[in-house]
């Protein structure tokens, strides 16, 4: 299937990594990396997940950049630097959007880095939903699991605009509840949609967790 015409890609990954003790973007994925690619991480997982359905794919960074450049290079990515990093994760959404409006896009699909990729069955249906939703003059198309709206999220140039246009105090989840007659929630059987690894019991979960299935 075609992805959404000047569809970006962008992994937000300029947080701090507080609470797990080191940076999200770089743990090994799979957990178990004997079973995975050699030398894969989160950062590097989302990339080559994402990269087959965009015409590029950005990686927002804070403090953190210099330690990502490399793997955002070599796995083909851009490299984008929120000064503001500090303030939080809506200003790195926004230092997303903005470059993707700056290259000339007109849609983008969102995502966090410290979480495992979605099920491909999982991206395909919200890209398929995304398109539809164009067609109907929606917004954005928005996956949910377990009554838990997540990521990724396809965003048009509308709704990148009222991210853009929001005030710096706001959040994502202010501008999406100000605009939920324009996006669609889709419902998903994917559990990796809501998965949140913020610590290392977090993290160490996840050799626990069986595959999604997605229907």
């Not at 966090?112 to 929606?138: M, N």
């Amino acid at each position: 299937m075609a992805h959404a015409p000047s569809l970006c890609a962008v992994i937000l990954a300029a947080g701090a990594s507080t609470r797990m003790g080191r940076d999200k973007a770089l743990l090994s994925w799979p957990p178990l990396t004997s079973s995975g690619m050699p030398g894969a991480t989160f950062l590097s997982a989302a990339i080559r997940t994402l990269s087959p359905h965009a015409d590029m794919v950005l990686v927002v960074a804070g403090a953190n950049a210099e330690a990502l450049a490399p793997s955002v290079y070599a796995e083909g990515a851009m490299l984008v630097e929120n000064p503001d990093w500090e303030q939080g994760q809506f200003s790195s959404l926004r230092a997303g959007l903005q470059e993707v409006l700056g290259r000339g896009r007109d849609a983008a699909i969102v995502t966090l880095v410290d979480r495992p990729p979605v099920e491909p069955a999982t991206l395909q249906a919200l890209l398929i939903a995304f398109e539809r939703a164009l067609g109907e003059r929606l917004w954005a198309v928005v996956p949910e699991h377990a009554g838990k709206h997540g990521h990724p999220i396809l965003v048009a140039r509308e709704m990148m605009e009222a991210f853009l246009k929001a005030p710096q105090t706001s959040n994502a989840r202010d501008v999406e509840h100000a605009h939920q007659d324009r996006i669609r929630y889709l419902p998903v059987n994917d559990p990796r949609t809501v998965t949140n690894v913020d610590t290392p019991e977090d993290y160490a979960a996840l050799t626990r967790t069986p595959p999604a299935i997605v229907s």
